[in-house]
């Protein structure tokens, strides 16, 4: 073809159909397919958005007749490979940072390493196969957008299938994590139940010790008592025959000591007669029926403390000559034996009659 019919044909086809506006336009698809592709590869962590400038620089006109049909497709490819590069470098500095991030949250999350590490690898994986995908795609043109709808759809599926996995398997150590609590729950408390039981065996053991040794106390207790109910038994039966040969001596005693009184009361009695009979003169008027009772009362030394009428004879004569007698005596007879006294003579009655003196 020549140069002037390959300027007729530049001349007679649209703006947007050029070569150049084509690979524009995949190149912006291309930019907006892996900028979509990034968002959903960071499920678990969202960065800050980026901004990316990308500047259109057009190719500088040239003459017509020196743009041929081979070169144009040439440049574009060229022009594809540069941008597919840009972006390849532009993605695998994403996936770095992605990378240091996802290490900082597996760093909180040991149990999680591995799990995501191995998702981060199959999604990269996934990633540089729907690139070629995407590459291989680009070149058949109109095939590329069916496909990449295709392989984004595809990856969509796949992460969702990944976070749901990864929710599993944190529902799955969440379970694990339950049950091991409940497991060291179930041995706190069966280890808590032995140590009380424990403790009421031993002080079951410490009460019945306590017991027994209180029971010994007790039958150890009984037989001192018994043994000192016996001693006291038989002090108290050495002490009754004691006491009473003691009694008995005393009682001989007080028999004995009761009649030497007697005999001395009965005799210091006759003395005290004999003295009243002397300094008795009964009045004229006196007979034998008439009887006075006086009593004396009378000081250890034999003095005269108080006399009292007790019963008259009915003669005033007769009562006051008995009164004169009594009270005319300086000195009773007694005896010098103070209980003896104290029996008989500190205070008596006497009768007056004519005839006696009782």
Known sequence: ?????????????????????????????????????????????????????????????????????????????????????????????????????????????????????????????????????????????????????????????????ARQKAEQQAERQEAEQKAEEQKQLEEQRKKAEAERQKREQQAQEKAEQERLEAERKRQEAERRLREQNLKALAQQATDAEADQARQSQQAAAARAREAQMLTDAEKYQALIRESLSRAWYPPSSATEQMTARLQISLLPTGELVNVTLVRGSGNTAFDNSTLSAVRSLNRYPVPNDRDTFDSYFRQFTIEFNPSRLR
Request: zero cysteines; charged letters at 35%; hydrophobic letters at 35%.
């Open 1 to 161: 073809m020549s140069g002037r019919e390959r300027e007729q044909n530049n001349a007679g086809t649209p703006a947007w159909k050029s070569p150049v506006a084509v690979s524009v336009g995949l190149h912006l698809l291309i930019l907006v397919i892996a900028i979509s592709g990034w968002s959903w590869s960071s499920s678990n962590y969202e960065p800050p958005p980026r901004s990316i400038s990308a500047r259109l620089i057009s190719p500088e006109p040239r003459p017509a007749a020196a743009v041929t049909e081979v070169d144009q497709p040439d440049e574009a490819e060229r022009r594809l490979v540069e941008d597919r590069k840009l972006l390849e470098q532009q993605r695998q500095a994403e996936q770095e940072r992605e990378a240091e991030q996802q290490r900082k949250v597996e760093e909180q999350k040991k149990k999680q390493e591995a799990d995501a590490r191995v998702q981060q690898q199959a999604e990269q994986k996934r990633e540089e196969q729907a690139q070629e995908k995407a590459r291989v795609q680009a070149e058949k043109q109109k095939q590329a957008q069916v496909a990449e709808a295709a392989k984004l759809k595809a990856d969509a599926e796949a992460k969702e299938q």
